[in-house]
């Protein structure tokens, strides 16, 4: 079966940090260039971290920059969302897929709540 599944979310004060996790099952996504997208209230959804599939290059978005990172294992099929410095705009629905994404194939998302 084809799945992403996140993890990791939670509450957070602001100035703090948090390590998402996407375990994606399926060879589709074991060599795609995978990325994070999140979604806040009332807004579309945007993506804020690529990695190549070999994951040699990554690419940020300008809100995240300098305080997010992007990371791959491939033998796991899994992607990581380091985050540091968080702020409170940070907060959303964080979800990981493919670049460009499978829009079937969404997960259920972890929640981020920075607060103040």
């Known amino acids: 079966q084809v799945q992403l599944v996140e993890s990791g979310g939670g509450l957070v004060q602001a100035g703090g940090s948090l390590r998402l996790s996407c375990a994606a099952s399926?060879?589709?996504?074991?060599?795609?260039?995978m990325g994070w997208y999140r979604q806040a209230p009332g807004k579309q959804r945007d993506l804020v971290a690529t990695?190549?599939?070999?994951?040699?290059?990554?690419n940020y978005a300008d809100s995240v920059k300098g305080r997010f990172a992007i990371s791959r294992d491939s033998a796991k099929n899994t992607v990581y969302l380091q985050m540091n410095s968080l702020k409170p705009e940070d907060t959303a629905v964080y979800y990981c897929?493919?670049?460009?994404?499978?829009?079937?194939?969404w997960g259920q998302g972890t929640q981020v709540t920075v607060s103040s």
């Open positions: 990695i190549t599939g070999g994951g040699g290059s990554t």
């Open positions: 399926g060879s589709i996504f074991k060599f795609s260039p």
């Open positions: 897929n493919a670049v460009p994404a499978y829009n079937n194939l």
